[in-house]
C-alpha cells in the first residue's frame, strides 16, 4: 500500500475488512484457548507422571531386595507398564502441543478418547468422578485432531463441574451402519440446566459460572462457543438436552471419512510412536463395548 507520494505505509485495522479482522482475532483465540487447556494439563499430568516415577522406583527396588527369578519377572513387567503408561502421557501432551495448520487427517475417535481421559484421569479421582465409557469400534472420521480433543477436555471438564460432590459420566461413542455419522455423548447427573438458560449456552462470553473453579478452569464463557464452532468446520453438529436436577447430555455427531476422502491426500505431520496400553484402568474407569440407551433428560434441544 502507498501513499500520494508513492511511499509505502503500514496496513492499519481500519483497512482490513471487518470479516477478516475477525477471522484472524477467532484463529487467534482458539489458539489461545488450546494453549490455555495445555497449560491447565500440565499440572494434572505432571503429578500423574510422578506417581509414574515413583511406581518404578519402588518395583526396582522391590527387584533388588529378591533374588528369585518370578519376582523379578513381576518387578520388570510392572517397571515396564508404568514406563509405557509414562510415554503415552508424554506423547498425548505432545500431541496437543504441535502446532497443526487446521490440517484434517484419518482420525480414530475411540483412541482420542482413550488419550483425553488418559489427561483427566487424576481430576476425575481427585473430584470422585466415576467415568463409564460403551464404546463401539466406529469409522474414522475426518477431522483435526487437537481440535477435537480440545472439545472433548471441554466437555469432560464442564461435566465434572456440574458434580462438586462427585458423581458420575457416561460416555458413548457409537455408529450406525445407515448414518454418515458417528456419535460421541457425553452425560452427567449433575445439576442441569435450567430452560430458560439452556438457548444462550453457545453464546460467546455467556456463563453460568461466577469464575474459575477451585482448579482454575472455566468461568470465561468462551468454551462452549469455541466448541461449536469446532463441529461447525467439521461439518458436525452439537446438541443439547438438559434437565434441572437430573443431569445434561451432549450429543457430538461428526460425519464418517468417505471414500474421496481415503483417496484424496491430506497434508500431515508425522505421528509419534504409539505405545501400548501401560497398565489396568484406574477404577474411576470403565469400559464396554456395548451401546446404552439414548440421553433420558429432557430439555431443549439446540443444533
Not at 460416555?171 to 455419522?181: A, G, K, N, T, W
Not at 472455566?218 to 467439521?234: K, Q, V, Y
Request: charged fraction near 20%.
Amino acid at each position: 500500500m502507498q501513499n500520494c507520494k508513492g511511499a509505502p505505509v503500514d496496513q492499519n485495522s481500519s483497512d482490513v475488512p471487518l470479516q477478516q479482522q475477525l477471522a484472524v482475532l477467532k484463529e487467534r483465540l482458539a489458539h489461545a484457548q488450546r494453549y490455555t487447556a495445555l497449560g491447565e494439563l500440565v499440572g494434572t499430568t505432571t503429578h500423574e507422571f510422578n506417581n509414574v516415577l515413583t511406581t518404578i522406583i519402588n518395583w526396582a527396588k522391590h527387584g533388588l531386595r529378591h533374588k528369585d527369578e518370578a519376582t523379578r519377572d513381576k518387578a520388570f513387567e510392572a517397571i515396564l507398564n508404568s514406563a509405557l503408561r509414562g510415554a503415552k502421557i508424554t506423547q498425548t501432551i505432545l500431541g496437543m502441543a504441535r502446532k497443526r495448520q487446521n490440517s484434517l487427517e484419518p482420525t480414530d475417535l475411540k483412541q482420542l478418547l482413550s488419550d483425553t481421559l488418559l489427561l483427566l484421569e487424576r481430576e476425575m479421582n481427585k473430584y470422585h468422578i466415576r467415568v463409564e465409557v460403551f464404546a463401539q469400534a466406529v469409522p474414522p472420521v475426518l477431522a483435526d485432531g487437537n481440535q477435537i480433543q480440545q472439545v472433548l477436555l471441554n466437555m469432560l471438564v464442564n461435566a465434572r463441574q456440574a458434580m462438586p460432590r462427585g458423581g458420575r459420566i457416561v460416555i458413548r461413542l457409537q455408529h450406525d451402519p445407515d448414518s454418515p455419522f458417528v456419535d460421541l455423548q457425553i452425560r452427567d447427573f449433575g445439576t442441569g440446566i435450567p430452560p430458560e438458560i439452556l438457548p444462550r449456552i453457545f453464546d460467546p462470553f455467556f456463563t453460568t459460572k461466577t469464575g474459575p473453579d477451585a482448579s482454575g478452569k472455566g468461568g470465561s464463557g468462551l468454551g462452549l462457543s469455541a466448541c461449536r464452532d469446532i463441529i461447525e468446520a467439521h461439518n458436525g453438529r452439537i446438541r443439547v438436552e438438559s434437565a434441572v436436577g437430573k443431569g445434561t447430555c451432549f450429543t457430538i455427531r461428526l460425519p464418517v471419512m468417505s471414500r474421496a476422502d481415503h483417496a484424496e491426500p491430506r497434508p500431515s505431520e508425522e505421528e509419534p510412536s504409539k505405545a501400548s496400553p501401560s497398565s489396568p484402568a484406574a477404577p474411576v474407569f470403565s469400559l464396554a463395548e456395548t451401546p446404552q440407551p439414548h440421553c433420558p433428560t429432557q430439555g431443549m434441544p439446540l443444533g
